[in-house]
């Protein structure tokens, strides 16, 4: 038996939902394990662009640990499907794409598979 297993399921299953959420709303075009790597990257740069501390390529790399030859090619991907841009301080996200309607969507999505994950988690015995 698997500690707190059922606790580990329903997090496990948040992650992945929210992971193919952002898929569908995003990257549907792309095999699954690639749009797992470029929403790791969207996320980095969401977050340090929140911080208010763009990115550059190496510091990027370094978060992500992994060279910046394989870093480029995905972020030229994510450019050209206009998730990501290059400012001259940084990366940042899109944030026109971001605010679609379909980006809306998937935010709303994100935001219930959380809740409702938050509310099967305080229901086990060892959250209590």
């Known amino acids: 038996m698997i500690p707190r297993q059922e606790a580990r399921v329903i997090v496990a299953g948040l992650v992945n939902n929210l992971l193919r959420g952002a898929h569908r709303a995003y990257l549907a075009d792309d095999a699954f394990p690639a749009s797992v790597a470029a929403i790791v990257i969207i996320g980095q ?22 060279p910046r030859t394989t870093l480029h090619p995905r972020l030229a991907g994510l450019m050209s499907a206009k998730l990501i841009t290059r400012e001259s301080d ?11 309607p379909k980006g809306e969507h998937a935010l709303r999505e994100a935001c219930q598979m959380i809740i409702e994950a938050a509310d099967s988690l305080r229901k086990l015995d060892s959250f209590s």
């Open 90 to 100: 940084g990366w940042r996200v899109n944030g026109e794409h971001f605010a679609s």
């Open 45 to 66: 740069i969401l977050l340090a662009e929140a911080r208010g501390e763009p990115l550059s390529d190496s510091k990027l790399a370094r978060l992500l640990e992994v």
